[in-house]
Structures are given as C-alpha cells and as structure tokens.
C-alpha cells in the first residue's frame, strides 16, 4: 500500500543533543511536509519541498533544519532540542502545492529531557 | 490573514447521539478539507469539497461546502466510540502554498 512512513514512532533525547527524524513515501508525490503538533493543537508547519526547492516558514526556529536527498526521503534535523520542542512531529505529502490534499505519517512523538 | 474557525471545541456525547461541527471563515477558499486525527497518530485525510453548496457522504459522516466557499460543515449520525477523535478542517491559503488548519473539534463518544 502507499503510504507515509516515519521513524522512530517514539524518540527521546536530551537538552541539547541533536536528533534526527526521517520520513519515507512510496506516494511518488512532489511536496513534502514537516509539522510540528503539540497538546492536540492544530499542525504548525515548519517547511516543506517542494521537489528540491526547500520553502520555510518564517517563524521556523534555525534549530531547525530539513534535507531531501531524494523524493522519496525527507529528513527533520534538531540541531540543540530545548524542552519547548517536545511535540509531536508529523510528516506529510501531497501530489502538488495548489489543490494540496495531504497525506500524513503517524508521526513521531519526541520527549526531551 | 486567512484563518479557519471551529466549534465547538470541544464535543462529548452518548453513543447514538448526532452532532455537528462548524469550520467558519470570512475567506473565500478554493477547496476545503476535513481530516481525523486519533489519538497518538497523524490525521487522516476524510473528504475534500470543491464546489459551492457541494454535499458528500462517508457512510455515517455528511460534509457541507458553503455555496459562498467560505464555512463548512460536518454532521455525525448516531455517533459511536469508534467516533472519538480530533477532527480539523483545512484549506489551501489563497495565493500561496500553505494549508490553513482550524484549531480542531475534540470528539468523545461515550459507550
């Protein structure tokens, strides 16, 4: 089945240690998303690609950093985690930008301690 | 600024019990979506309406497209457990490549 994958389901990590999160998608599509989701509050995006070119959002923290070697792979990097990060961290694509149905990962809830 | 507001909040009913949620904007928006999210995954994509006065059906799940593209809805018949979720209505931003996420509307279904 198609889908959106993340790893690991669970990460945690200490004050100022950097992690990795990482997405795969067997959906063939152009856009790639990264979300950050916390106390059941509505996503708030970080940035997404859109094929290669990279869009972030202005209020994306520099901690945060995102790579996309291929299309089918997208990584989210924390580069020193504050215990303000702890959420949940969703994936998400969609086939273009303009008519943008999304597709989600069941994302990867990272504590920090 | 587009933004998309939900109510209620905050939703708990009995099992069998028919309820609706409001998304409510002053934009006008090419396209609504309406995803569910459970608990400790990613929200699933429902439905998406496009046209105004658009009504679709997913089984039990009726969603509503204003005819001015500016509020939807969601009506729940006989509401069951297996109900129980957060459920978000979203859009495209006009003229721009972000989607717009309501707050959400926590569902609780009690068996």
């Known amino acids: 089945d198609a889908m959106v994958i993340q790893n690991p389901r669970y990460q945690v990590t200490q004050f100022g240690k950097p992690v990795t999160l990482s997405c795969s998608q067997t959906?063939?599509?152009?856009?790639m998303y990264w979300y950050q989701q916390k106390s059941s509050q509505a996503p708030k995006l970080l940035f997404h690609?859109?094929?290669?070119?990279?869009?972030n959002e202005a209020d994306t923290p520099d901690n945060f950093q995102s790579r996309r070697p291929n299309t089918s792979f997208c990584f989210l990097d924390i580069r020193s985690p504050g215990l303000g990060d702890a959420a949940m961290y969703l994936c998400?694509?969609?086939?273009?930008?303009?008519?943008?149905?999304?597709?989600f990962g069941p994302g990867t809830r990272l504590t920090v301690l | 600024t587009q933004l998309l507001e939900q109510s209620p909040q905050f939703l708990s009913i009995q099992e069998g019990e028919n309820l609706t949620v409001y998304c409510n904007s002053s934009?006008?928006?090419?396209?609504l979506q309406w995803y569910r999210q459970e608990p400790g995954e990613g929200p699933v994509l429902l439905v998406t309406?496009?046209?105004?006065?658009e009504v679709k059906k997913l089984k039990r799940l009726t969603f509503q497209f204003g005819d001015a593209r500016k509020d939807s809805s969601l009506h729940i018949t006989a509401a069951q457990p297996g109900d129980t979720g957060l459920y978000l209505c979203?859009?495209?931003?006009?003229?721009?490549?972000?989607?717009?996420f309501g707050a959400g509307t926590r569902l609780f279904v009690k068996a």
């Open positions: 998400a694509t969609s086939r273009d930008r303009v008519y943008n149905e999304q597709f």
């Open positions: 959906l063939n599509h152009n856009v």
């Open positions: 690609y859109y094929d290669k070119d990279f869009n």
């Open positions: 934009s006008v928006f090419s396209s």
């Open positions: 309406v496009v046209t105004g006065g």
């Open positions: 979203a859009a495209p931003q006009t003229g721009g490549f972000k989607t717009i």
